[in-house]
């Protein structure tokens, strides 16, 4: 006779949400980054990731062809897809949607009893500027994808009470120059402990899926955790007919802990603030230009054009160290410079850089330690594709330090 016998649901470790916005010319080579979670979950059943895929891309047996513009929904553990739903397009730059996926990716690692949730965001990225890029150039600002994760995480909370405590981890940013002091910024006041993302444009199809295993084997050691995913990343190879290619020429995991993150934000501040006040003398703006023009921005690659914004994006912590070993300014400014730039550098769990990153004529990243900082060095590159909605400096970060100040000096 058979006897009643309770079945425990299995228990993962990470619960990991792909987020990919396929509706633009990325479709096809970040498609990668979903059979690398496949490929993932056969051999590590820690892991649950949760999928929405906006795309042309449907499979045909074992072919991926071309169709119709869609969003797949469905999971991926232990080598199987399953919960799948096919409906129209989503608009996947539309802060409710992202609100959405993040509410369900939450609802899922309850389900699943994951002890983390991470979120992966695959796609165009323009760093405070935004991205999540659709098919006619819209973005998504970078305060809506940090207010969107908040509202997903609020939206869980109330669904589901008795889980109310459970949170966004991590989130990898699959997208280029994300790594900025604006976006770490916003991430945290959403609630966010992580920001994986590299300060400059990166080769799609960018970040491996592979990180999520290595977030699943080093929970309870965050520097092990950082310095895997950075190494991950880093030594990752993509074809490209008879060589690889490195998809970043350097990556960052950042620690969003709210006092390391007040202790950058007042030491930026001090710094910014004492600038605006000695800038009217030009012993002092002049100096201060000369250091940040030394401090190549990214997109530091030979085919980019002269209007982009992000060469205004300046690492951060590079930029502070030149001002504090800049003998022409006081002793205060110096100080204030050396602050800034142990805050800064405080924040950093891992990093790895290229010295020498050939696919960008072999450009040099040595100095691209931790996130960036925007600082124009002449007027037309404070926001220069404003009319067009792509807007640096319209975000909560730049106004509490007084960016503005120091751009009025830089500038």
């Not at 999540?132 to 150039?137: P, R, S, V, W, Y």
């Not at 201060?288 to 085919?303: C, H, N, S, T, V």
């Not at 030149?322 to 410079?337: H, Q, W, Y």
Request: overall charge negative.
């Amino acid at each position: 006779m058979l006897q009643n016998v309770s079945v425990t649901q299995p228990r993962r470790t990470l619960e990991f949400g792909i987020y990919r916005d396929g509706d633009n010319n990325l479709d096809a080579i970040q498609e990668s980054t979903l059979s690398q979670a496949l490929h993932v979950s056969r051999h590590d059943s820690r892991i649950e990731f949760t999928v929405e895929d906006t795309t042309e891309l449907r499979a045909d047996g074992d072919a991926i062809r071309s169709g119709a513009l869609h969003t797949e929904q469905y999971t991926i553990a232990d080598g199987d897809v399953a919960h799948v739903r096919l409906s129209q397009a989503h608009d996947m730059s539309s802060e409710a949607n992202l609100a959405r996926f993040v509410a369900h990716t939450l609802d899922n690692a309850q389900r699943s009893g994951a002890k983390q949730t991470w979120i992966d965001l695959v796609d165009h990225g323009g760093g405070d500027g935004g991205g999540l890029e659709t098919g006619d150039g819209s973005v998504m600002a970078m305060p809506q994808i940090a207010r969107a994760i908040a509202d997903g995480v609020a939206m869980h909370a109330a669904a589901h009470p008795d889980d109310g405590n459970r949170h966004i981890d991590g989130i990898v940013a699959n997208q280029c120059l994300m790594d900025t002091m604006g976006f770490a910024d916003a991430l945290a006041h959403a609630g966010v402990k992580y920001l994986a993302a590299s300060p400059e444009t990166m080769l799609a199809p960018g970040v491996p899926s592979d990180v999520a295993h290595v977030i699943a084997s080093h929970l309870e050691d965050p520097q092990a955790m950082s310095k895997a995913i950075v190494n991950d990343v880093m030594r990752t190879k993509y074809d490209a007919g008879e060589f690889g290619f490195d998809p970043a020429a350097a990556f960052d995991v950042l620690d969003l802990d709210g006092a390391k993150m007040t202790r950058a934000e007042q030491a930026i501040k001090r710094l910014n603030d004492d600038v605006a006040d000695a800038a009217g003398d030009s012993s002092v703006r002049g100096p201060l230009r000369e250091d940040a023009r030394a401090i190549d921005g990214m997109a530091r690659f030979p085919q980019s054009t002269k209007d982009m914004p992000w060469r205004a994006d300046r690492p951060a912590i590079a930029f502070y160290d030149t001002v504090a070993a800049d003998g022409r300014l006081s002793a205060g400014l110096r100080g204030d410079a050396r602050a800034a730039s142990d805050a800064v550098r405080d924040l950093v769990l891992a990093h790895r850089e290229s010295d020498d990153f050939v696919p960008f004529g072999h450009a040099d990243y040595s100095d691209a330690i931790g996130p960036t900082v925007h600082l124009p060095t002449s007027k037309r590159q404070i926001d220069p594709w404003a009319q067009q909605g792509v807007t640096e400096t319209d975000n909560e970060f730049y106004k509490s330090v007084d960016q503005a100040a120091m751009t009025r000096a830089l500038t």
